[in-house]
C-alpha cells in the first residue's frame, strides 16, 4: 500500500480516538502509538487502545513503555501518593499535569514517524477543556513541530496535525457520533478501571460533554451527577 501514513498518539480516551477517526478519513494509513507511563488506569487505557485499533482495522501499532513518569511522580496520575482531586476544576495548573508528557509523547512519536516513513502526527490536545496544561495549546504544538522537523533528517517532513484543539467537548461528542466512533470503548476516568468514577476532571469533562451534546454516555459509572 503506497499510502500516506500517519502516526497517532491513541491513549484509548475519546479526544484521540475521535483523532485518528478524522486521521482516517483523511485519507491516512493509520500507525497508532500507545503510551504506558505508569498512569494509575494503564490497563484499562491499553484494553481501550487494542479495542479502537480493531474497531479501526490498525495493523500497525506500538505499545511504548516510559517508565520514569513514576520516578519523578509530582502528578496524581503517576503518584500514588497524590491523590486525584474530585471536587471540580482546580485554579492554575491541575495536579493531574503529568510533566512536559505531550513533549515527551510527540519525541517519541517523531522517532516512530521518521522510521515509518510518515508526513503526518494526529494528537488529539484539546485547548479549551485541557483545564491549563501547558503543554495542550496550539503555540506549543507548533513550536513542537518547528523542533521536530529541524531535529530529523532533511526528507523528513511531519505536520502534526490537531483537529479537536479548538473544539469543545460538546463538539466532540456531536463529532464522534456523527462519524460513528465506538466512544462505548473509550476509557477517560483519571481513577478507576472497573467503574468510571464521575468525579474526577476527566470524567466530569465527559460526562458534561455528552450532556451538552444530548447524548448518553454508554460505559459505566459509580457516581453521576
Request: aromatic share 8%; with cysteine; charged share 25%.
Amino acid at each position: 500500500m503506497g499510502s500516506k501514513k500517519a502516526i497517532c498518539i491513541l491513549s484509548g480516551g475519546m479526544d484521540s480516538t475521535l483523532a485518528s477517526y478524522m486521521a482516517k478519513n483523511d485519507g491516512y494509513e493509520i500507525i497508532a502509538v500507545h503510551f504506558n507511563y505508569g498512569q494509575r488506569t494503564e490497563h484499562k487505557e491499553l484494553e481501550a487502545f487494542r479495542t479502537i485499533c480493531k474497531d479501526l482495522n490498525v495493523e500497525n501499532k506500538y505499545e511504548i513503555n516510559i517508565p520514569f513518569f513514576t520516578d519523578i511522580g509530582a502528578s496524581a496520575l503517576t503518584d500514588d501518593s497524590i491523590e486525584i482531586p474530585t471536587n471540580g476544576i482546580e485554579d492554575g495548573v491541575p495536579i493531574t499535569y503529568v510533566p512536559f508528557r505531550n513533549g515527551i509523547f510527540l519525541s517519541i512519536a517523531t522517532a516512530v514517524a521518521e522510521k515509518e516513513k510518515a508526513t503526518a502526527l494526529y494528537i488529539g490536545v484539546v485547548e479549551e477543556d485541557s483545564s491549563g496544561y501547558p503543554d495542550c495549546t496550539d503555540t506549543f504544538i507548533n513550536k513542537m513541530q518547528n523542533a521536530m522537523n529541524q531535529g530529523t533528517k532533511k526528507e523528513t517532513k511531519l505536520e502534526i496535525i490537531t483537529p479537536l484543539v479548538h473544539l469543545t467537548k460538546q463538539q466532540i461528542v456531536t463529532k464522534s457520533i456523527q462519524m460513528d466512533v465506538p466512544l462505548q470503548h473509550t476509557w477517560s476516568c483519571y481513577k478507576n478501571e472497573q467503574k468510571a468514577c464521575g468525579v474526577c476532571d476527566s470524567c466530569r469533562l465527559r460526562l458534561n460533554g455528552f450532556k451538552l451534546a444530548g447524548q448518553i454516555d454508554k460505559i459505566e459509572y459509580e457516581i453521576i451527577n
